[in-house]
C-alpha cells in the first residue's frame, strides 16, 4: 500500500476514463445521429436528389423537361438499424442512374429525397408528412420496419399518396387501404411456401423445427409447421432457443431422437451457423434448411463445411442466372467494395423500377394515375422475381431458394413449384 | 438411454467450461471477498486472443494487422499470459487502492471494469462475430469435427479435449493450493489477511497470484469455448460469467473443489432441464437452482464442508 494517494487518482482518472469512454459511446451515436439527421433533413428538404450518380445525370436533365418522377426514400437511415437503410439506398441509387440514363420516366427525371425513419414509429409518422405536403412526391418507397411501415401508412393511404415497402413483413400493413402496397411476402406466406418446398418438391416427410425467440423466427415456425402437417408431413421435433445463445446441443439431441430426414431453422445467421456444426457434430445428416434470415455471405463465413449443402430461403438471388439479375450485382460490387447486394437492396431497386413502369404504362406523372396503374398492370418481371399484386396490395411471388456450393450462395437445383 | 447419455455428455461438456471460469470467480473471493464482474471479459479476450495468435492477419482497430499463425496448443496459453497480464494489471488498477475501501466501491470498480473491457474490445475487433479457425488435429479431412461414438451417443475430439484439460488443471490447482508454500500462503491470507502479513506473507503478492490464476483459467476457458463454439465477439462472455458465478455460490463460493462441482452440476441440470423439462426455459434453470440454493443451503455444495477459503 505504497503511494495510497497515487493509485488513488490513477484509479479515478480510469474511472473518469472509463465512463467517459461510456458516455462518449452514446454521445458519439447522438452526435452521429444529428450530423447525419441534418444530412437527412438536407436531403429531405432539397428538391433534388443528392446521390452522386443522379447528381451527375442533371446534365442530361435538359433532355427530361417532363413532371420530375420524384419520390421519398424512407427507412432507417441512421441510428442502429442504418445498415438497413445503408443499403436500401444503395438500391435505389442504382435505380435512379439506370433511369436516368435512359432519358427518365414518362420525359420526367428520377429522384428521391431520404426520409429517416430510425426504424421507428414516432419518427416514421413525421417523416410520412413531410412527404404528403411535398405536391410533387409521387409515392413513397419504404419503409423498412412494420412497426414504422404501419404507422406512416395510415398517414399516406389517407392522403392518397402510394407506398410501397420493400421489406414491412407484417400481414396487417396492406390491410391499411387501397394506397399501401408491399413487395416481400409474409412470414406467413413465406413459411406456408417453404413447407410445400419442403414436402413437394424436396419429397421430405419427417421434420424437425428449431426457432428463435423472435416474433419473425416464432411467427414463421408456427406458419410453417401447420403447413407441413395439411401437405401431409409429420412434424418429428421443434424447439426454440434465445437469439444470443452459442450452446444448442441440449435442443438438437432433443430433435435428433425423431431421426428428422429436413431441419427448418427459423432465425438469423448468427446462431444458425452454430446450429448447422452442432447438429454435424453430432452425425445429424438432415438437410438443413434456413428461413430468409440466413441467406447472407456471413453464414458460410461462420459456418464453415457444416452449412455446406444447406438450402437457404431468400427474396433475392444474387447469383441467379439473369442478365438483369448480374447487371444489377456488378453494378452494386463495383459501388459498394465489391459486396454483394442483400435482398434490401435488390427489393428497394424493384420497387423504383417497377412503380417506374406503372407510371409508364400510366402515361403520366401522376399521383392517383400511378397508383391505379399498380393495380391493374401484369406481372412485373423484377431482379428479386416476378412481382404480381393480389387485390389486397400483397405481393404474389415465388419464392427463392439457394444453396450453400464452394463456399458462395448459389441457385438452388431444385426450385419451389 | 443413449439419449440420456449424449445429454450428459452435452452438460458435461458446457459444465467444463463454467467451472473453469467459476475458478476465478471463487479464488479471487476467498481471498479478497470480491466479486471480479470482469472476469467474462477476461474470458472473451482469451477466445480474442487465440484467435489472434492462429491466424495469419486479423483486423485489430480497423487495421490489417499480421499475426503469427501458431498452433491452437501454442496459442492459448499465450492468451492465457496476456490475459493473466491483464488480470493483475486490473486488480492494481481497479481493486488494490480500494482494498480497504467498503466493498461495494470495489464492486462498483469490477463492474466499470467490465464495462470498459467489453468497449475496448469493440473498438480493438468490432461488434460482430469472429470465425474461430478449425483445429487440424480435432478436424476431419471433409472440415467436420472428430468424434468418437460412445453406445450411440456421439462426442467429439474436441469435447473430449475440454474436458481432460478441465479435469487437469482442477487437479494440477487443487496440488498448488493444497501442497505447496504459495498455496498455504493463499490458504492463510484467505482466513486472515492481516495476521498472516504478520507471519510474514507477501499478502499483495499472493492477491496477485490469485489473479494471474483466475485470469489465466478464464482464459484457458475462453479459448476452448471459442473452439467449440467456432466464434469469438465483445459481448460473448456475459452469460457464461454469470452461470460461471452462479456455479461458484453453487459450489460455495470460495471453494476450489466447490467450483468445479458447481460448474459441472450447472451444465447437467441446464442440459437435462432442456431435455427433459423444455428448452425455452433453459436459462431459467440456473437462476431457479440458484434461489433454491439460497433458500435451503446458503453456503453452497461444499461451501461448510472444507473450512479454509481458499
Known sequence: MKLPRYLVLVLAVVMIFGVVALVGCGDDDTATDETEDTTATEDTGATEDTSGEATDSTDEAAAMDGAPFKFGLAGPMTGQYANYGTSHKAGADIAIAE??????????????TTGDDLGDPKEAVLVAQKFIDDSEMLFVNGHMFSGATIAA?????????????????????????????????TDAVQGEGLANYSVNDLGMT???????????????????????VAAGGEIVGREQYTTGDADFNSQLTN???????????????????????QARALQMDAQFLGSDGYAADELIELGGASVDGMLVSTFFDY?????????????????????????FA?????????????????????????????????????????????ENGDVVKPLSIVVVRDGALATADVQPQ | MDYLIQQLLNGL????????????????????????????????????????????????????????????????????????????????????????APRLAALISAIGMSILLQNVAQAMFGSSQVFFPDIGMFTSDNGLPKYITVSNAQITYL????????????????????????????????????????????????????????????????????????????????????????????????????????????GVIESLGSAYISSEYRDAFAFVILILLLIFKPSGLLGSHISEKA
Not at chain 2, 467449440?228 to 470460495?254: C, E, N, Q, R, T
Request: aromatic letters at 10%; glycine letters at 12%.
Open chain 1, 99 to 112: 433511369l436516368n440514363a435512359n432519358g427518365g420516366v414518362n420525359g420526367g427525371e428520377a429522384s428521391y
Open chain 1, 153 to 185: 401508412g395510415q398517414n399516406y393511404n389517407g392522403a392518397g399518396l402510394t407506398m410501397v415497402s420493400p421489406s414491412a413483413t407484417n400481414p396487417d400493413i396492406t390491410d391499411l387501404g387501397k394506397y399501401i402496397w408491399r413487395i416481400c411476402m
Open chain 1, 206 to 228: 419427417k421434420i424437425a423445427i428449431i426457432h428463435d425467440d423472435s416474433d419473425y423466427g416464432r411467427g414463421l415456425a408456427d406458419a410453417y409447421e401447420e403447413a407441413v
Open chain 1, 255 to 277: 430433435i435428433r431422437q425423431g431421426e428428422p430426414e429436413l431441419l427448418f431453422m427459423s432465425g438469423y445467421y448468427p446462431e444458425g451457423s452454430k446450429i448447422a456444426q
Open chain 1, 319 to 343: 447469383s441467379k442466372d439473369d442478365p438483369k439479375v448480374q447487371a444489377f450485382v456488378e453494378e452494386f460490387k463495383s459501388n459498394n467494395d465489391d459486396a454483394n447486394p442483400d435482398w
Open chain 1, 346 to 390: 435488390a427489393n428497394s431497386y424493384d420497387v423504383i423500377m417497377l412503380v417506374a413502369e406503372a407510371a409508364r404504362q400510366a402515361g403520366s406523372n401522376d399521383r392517383d394515375a400511378i397508383n391505379e396503374a399498380l393495380g391493374t398492370m401484369d406481372t412485373y418481371s423484377g431482379i428479386s422475381g416476378d412481382i404480381t399484386f393480389d
Open chain 2, 13 to 100: 461438456m458446457l459444465g467444463s467450461l463454467y467451472a473453469l471460469i467459476a475458478v476465478g470467480y471463487t479464488m479471487v473471493y476467498g481471498i479478497i471477498e470480491l466479486i471480479n464482474f470482469a472476469f467474462g471479459e477476461l474470458f472473451m479476450f482469451g477466445a480474442f486472443i487465440s484467435i489472434a495468435m492462429m491466424v495469419d492477419s486479423m483486423a485489430i482497430f480497423g487495421q490489417q494487422v499480421n499475426f503469427p499463425g501458431l498452433h491452437f496448443l501454442l496459442a492459448v496459453p499465450i492468451a492465457m499470459a496476456v490475459v493473466a497480464g491483464m488480470g493483475v494489471a486490473i486488480d492494481r488498477i481497479a481493486y488494490r487502492p480500494l482494498r480497504n
Open chain 2, 159 to 266: 469435447q473430449i479435449f475440454v474436458v481432460a484439460v478441465t479435469v487437469a488443471a482442477m487437479l494440477i490447482l487443487n496440488f498448488f493450493v493444497q501442497r505447496t508454500r504459495i498455496g498455504r500462503a493463499m490458504r492463510a491470507a484467505a482466513q486472515d489477511k492481516s495476521t498472516s502479513a504478520l507471519m510474514g506473507v507477501n499478502v499483495n503478492r499472493v492477491i496477485a497470484i490469485t489473479f494471474i490464476i483466475g485470469s489465466a483459467m478464464g482464459a484457458l476457458a475462453g479459448g476452448m469455448y471459442g473452439a467449440i463454439y467456432h466464434f469469438a465477439k465483445p459481448d460473448m462472455g456475459f452469460i457464461p460469467g454469470l452461470k460461471a458465478f452462479i456455479a461458484a455460490v453453487l459450489g460455495g463460493i470460495g471453494n476450489i473443489p466447490g467450483a468445479f462441482l458447481g460448474g459441472i452440476t450447472l
